[in-house]
């Protein structure tokens, strides 16, 4: 039985022009895929491509060590740091 995560309850509707509707149905032909699966497919490859992009920090072996030390080793508080906790701690009520 399918779970209410795996039940498609959300739809989406797109305009093309006839001959982008028919290069995505032939494509979808030779991938042996429905236009609605092809479609949903590609377009959920390029998100996570999109949002691994946006969403991941690559850093060269130098910068890592500096941001490892950083983690390890914090600095002590200056005063905007601790001007700012302050400003926090009278803004947000817990």
């Keep these: 039985m399918a779970t209410a995560e795996t039940v498609k309850q959300e ?3 797109i305009r093309v022009d006839a001959l982008s509707k028919q290069k995505l149905e032939r494509a979808a032909a030779y ?3 429905s236009l609605s699966e092809f ?3 590609k377009a959920l490859h390029a998100a996570d491509e999109v949002i691994h992009e946006h969403e991941t920090l690559t850093l060269i072996e130098a910068d890592w060590e500096v941001f ?3 983690l390890e080793n914090p600095p002590s ?3 905007k740091l601790k001007q700012a906790f302050a400003e926090h ?3 947000v009520q817990r």
């Design 11 to 13: 739809r989406m509707h």
């Design 31 to 33: 991938a042996n895929k």
């Design 39 to 41: 479609v949903l497919g």
């Design 68 to 70: 490892l030390d950083a």
């Design 77 to 79: 508080p200056n005063g």
């Design 89 to 91: 701690k009278k803004r």
